[in-house]
C-alpha cells in the first residue's frame, strides 16, 4: 500500500520497536495526526481469543468517562410512555411500527438502535439489513431495554460498543485528537479494565497480546500494557 509524504514524515517519530507508556504514547498519536480535520483514535486490542467458543465472543458497550467527541444520532423503537421517555432523554427519532417500516424501505440516517423488549419481534423482520450493519438492537450492549431514557443518556455522553473480531481483536474509538493526552489515556484505561473484567476463565496463556494506538490515517503506536494497570 503506498503512503502519503505526510504520513511517512510521521512515522519516522514512531519507534516500531518499543512499547510505549500510554500517556507518552497518547501524545505521539496527536503529533503524528496528519489529517486536517479532528481526526478519531482509535485502539485495537489483539487478543488470545477463539470467536467460535461462545464464552470468548465477547460483546458489550462501556460509556468512556471522556466520551468519544461524536455526539451520536439515537433512534429509538418505542410505544405509549417508553416512547415519550426516549423523546424527553433527547433521541433523534422515535416511533414504532411507521419507523420500522422507513428503514425498511432504506432510511439509516442514525448511528445506534434503541428498542424496548416488546418491539423486537417486528424488528426481527429488519435483522437481514440492520445486522450487517451493526445496527440491531441487543440486550448485551444495553440497546434492548425498558430504560430507555437512561440508553439514549449514555450513548449520547459517549457510549461505546466493542465487539470481538473474526481473529479475535477489539477495535474501538477513543476520543479525538483535540481530546488532552490525559483525557486519552483515561478513556483507554476504562477500557483496558473492561476487557479485563470480562476475560473468559477459559482463555489459557497470554490474553492481551498486543495494544495500538492511531489517529485518522496515521500511523500506529503500540502501548506496554503495564502503563494501563
Known sequence: MKR???YLEASKLVDKTKKYDALEGMGLVKKTSVTKFDAT???AFRLNLDPRK???NLRGAIVLPHGTGKVSRVVVIAQGEKAKEAQAAGADF????DLIQKIGAGWFEFDVMVAT???MAQLGKLGRVLGPKGLMPNPKTGTVTLDVAKAVHEIKNGKIEYRVDKVGNIHAPIGKVSFSAEQLQENIKTLYEQLIRIKPATVKGTYIKNITVSSSMGPGIRLSE????
Do not use: H, I, N, T
Open 4 to 6: 502519503g509524504k505526510k
Open 41 to 43: 483514535v482509535e485502539v
Open 54 to 56: 461462545a464464552e470468548q
Open 94 to 97: 422515535v416511533g414504532d411500527q
Open 117 to 119: 423488549p416488546d418491539m
Open 226 to 229: 503495564d502503563s494501563l494497570r
